[in-house]
């Protein structure tokens, strides 16, 4: 299970938002991975392999994390970065899991 | 550039079947694994099933067991989602997802979605 928080994240452009994901147990960071969706729009990965930025990603986006505790971190909040983040984990045998979302709105 | 196309979706009411597709275009389909992954109105994402690169190897979530049933046709370069039994919570918008591939785990490509609302 993948626990994520704050549920929501109330903030104003320019600002540095911290998304936590914490496990259940502990996994192998190969297989984190970050996600965001704007409404309306499918999920865009952001960050694999915990701190692997995908291709084009902008670096204000990083990830960290080891274990059970996991990082989603935007240094400093562009307006298009309000949306809703998710982490995704994958388990055994083909097996994947999504945290219940991070929704970054402005404050 | 990697295009993925659902189709499929609509009204069925409860007890019914449907079969999603997924068209895919713009890499080699047989060497990714691909997935389904669900999200009902207003709600977070759910994966629902996966399917390894050949076809012979699939998975499917605990709520989908027994009614849900993914397959591939590499030569179509097509991912489908045969849903039996379909229930009211399962009525959602679904999405096809291409693996990274390798030893690299997340869907770095997505389809649009396609919606399956289950109602009398």
């Known amino acids: 299970v993948l626990t994520q928080s704050p549920g929501t994240l109330c903030l104003s452009p320019g600002e540095r938002a911290t998304l936590s994901c914490r496990a259940s147990?502990?996994?192998?960071?190969?297989?984190l991975a970050w996600y965001q969706q704007k409404p309306g729009q499918a999920p865009r990965l952001l960050i694999y392999g915990a701190s692997s930025r995908a291709t084009g990603l902008p670096d204000r986006f990083s990830g960290s994390g080891s274990g059970t505790d996991f990082t989603l971190t935007i240094s400093r909040l562009e307006p298009e970065d309000f949306a809703v983040y998710y982490c995704h984990q994958y388990g055994s045998a083909l097996t994947w899991t999504f945290g219940q979302g991070t929704k970054v709105e402005i404050k | 550039e990697v295009q993925l196309l659902e189709s499929g979706g609509g009204l069925v009411q409860p007890g019914g079947s449907l079969r999603l597709s997924c068209a895919a275009s713009g890499f080699t389909f047989s060497n990714y694994l691909m997935a389904w992954v669900r999200q009902a109105p207003g709600k977070g994402l759910e994966w629902v099933s996966g399917?390894?690169?050949?076809?012979?190897?699939?998975y499917r979530g605990d709520s989908v067991k027994g009614r849900f049933t993914v397959s591939r046709d590499n030569s179509k370069n097509t991912l489908y989602l045969q849903m039996n039994s379909l229930r009211v919570e399962d009525a959602a918008v679904y999405y096809c997802a291409k693996s990274l591939g390798g030893d690299l785990y997340g869907f770095d490509s997505w389809g649009q979605g396609t919606l399956v609302t289950v109602s009398s």
């Open positions: 147990q502990s996994i192998n960071s190969r297989f």
């Open positions: 399917i390894s690169g050949s076809g012979s190897n699939t």
